[in-house]
Each structure stands twice: as C-alpha cells, then as structure tokens.
C-alpha cells in the first residue's frame, strides 16, 4: 500500500512540475467556463472507471462542487443504459457515444474524452464527430495520449502508463477543473 501511495504521489509531484500540462489544464478550464458564459454545455465520456470518472466530474459541475449555486449543464454520456445498450447492439459499441454526441452536441459546446491508454474505440469515435461538429474536444489520458491525441483541441496526458495512477490523476484533473469553473463563474 505504501508503494501504491508513493506512486501516485509521484504522479502528482510529475503533474506539478509540468508546466506546459499545468497551462494545458488551466486552458481547458478557461475553456469550459467561456462555454458555460456562452451558454453552452460540457459532455464527457468514457468506460469503466473513466466512465465513473465522467460521471463524477459532471456531477461536480451540474450539481456542485463546494458551494452552493446555480447548475452548469454537464453530462456523462453512459448514464441511459437503455440508450446505451440498445445502441451497442443495434450499432455496435463503438458508436454509442457518438450517436449522443451528434444528437446533443453543437458548436461551442465541449466534449471531455477520458481514456487511459487514449485508444478507446468509441472515444476516439466521439471526439472525431465533436470535432467535425465544431464542439471543443478535451481528450484526458495517460502518458502517449494515445490516438485521442490527434482529435483534441486539448490534450491532459497523465505522465504514467498505470491505470490507477492515470485515473487517480483524472479525477484530480476533475476536481481543478471544477473548482477553477465554480469560483470564476460563481464567486463568493
């Protein structure tokens, strides 16, 4: 356990000492709270333990994150399994999310991409439709940034190619990311 603790501090101490990712994270927080004054929304996806990531980072946003104040429209995109599953089998997994990001996304709206290894089928797909739908595509990964690199206007790369550090590391993201939005827009 202490090892697991140790590494994912390092993880951290790696993201602090970054400053190329340090302002890659601040842009996209500028990003999504110029969204929000636009009146637009910020959709996430991801699988597994990035989906729950997803799930949390847009809860932050639309519920709140340390106070209370107005909610922003965020949504992770997994969150209708009759949705999902009857597109996974009538589709094929790899469009289930990008079936939603056609449907609900518009230009200057965000999409945020989470994907570890940054090779996830149906999120590489999604972001490839943001993107020819004019939305601002957000891809949050680990270290290579896998092929999510090359559809994101914004790339967060964790410096690590372990799953949990990358997803601890995510969630931290998240959480910046929020409480940058949530002070800007609603200053106590």
């Known amino acids: 356990m202490k090892q697991s603790i140790l590494e994912s501090i390092q993880v951290k101490n790696l993201i602090l000492r970054d400053a190329p990712l340090l302002n890659r994270i601040e842009a996209a927080a500028e990003s999504?709270?110029?969204?929000f004054q636009d009146g637009g929304k910020v959709l996430l996806c991801g699988n597994g333990g990035s989906a729950a990531d997803a799930q949390h980072i847009a809860a932050e946003l639309s519920?709140?994150?340390a106070y209370d104040r107005p909610p922003l429209f965020a949504e992770a995109l997994h969150v209708?399994?009759?949705?999902l599953t009857a597109v996974a089998n009538d589709y094929g997994f790899e469009t289930v999310f990008s079936r939603l990001v056609e449907a609900m996304g518009k230009q200057?709206?965000?999409l945020i991409g989470l994907s570890t290894s940054g090779n996830s089928?149906?999120?590489?797909a999604a972001l490839k439709t943001a993107k020819e739908l004019g939305l601002f595509t957000i891809a949050m990964t680990g270290q290579g940034g896998g092929l999510l690199k090359?559809?994101?206007?914004?790339?967060?790369n964790i410096p690590s190619t372990h799953t949990a550090r990358i997803q601890e590391a995510h969630i931290l993201i998240g959480h910046l990311l929020s409480e940058r939005i949530e002070q800007t827009l609603f200053p106590l």
Request: proline share 4%; aromatic share 12%; net charge negative.
């Open 32 to 35: 999504c709270i110029q969204t």
């Open 121 to 124: 089928p149906n999120i590489v």
């Open 63 to 65: 519920g709140r994150f």
């Open 80 to 83: 209708n399994s009759s949705y």
């Open 150 to 156: 090359q559809w994101a206007d914004l790339l967060i």
């Open 108 to 110: 200057g709206d965000i």
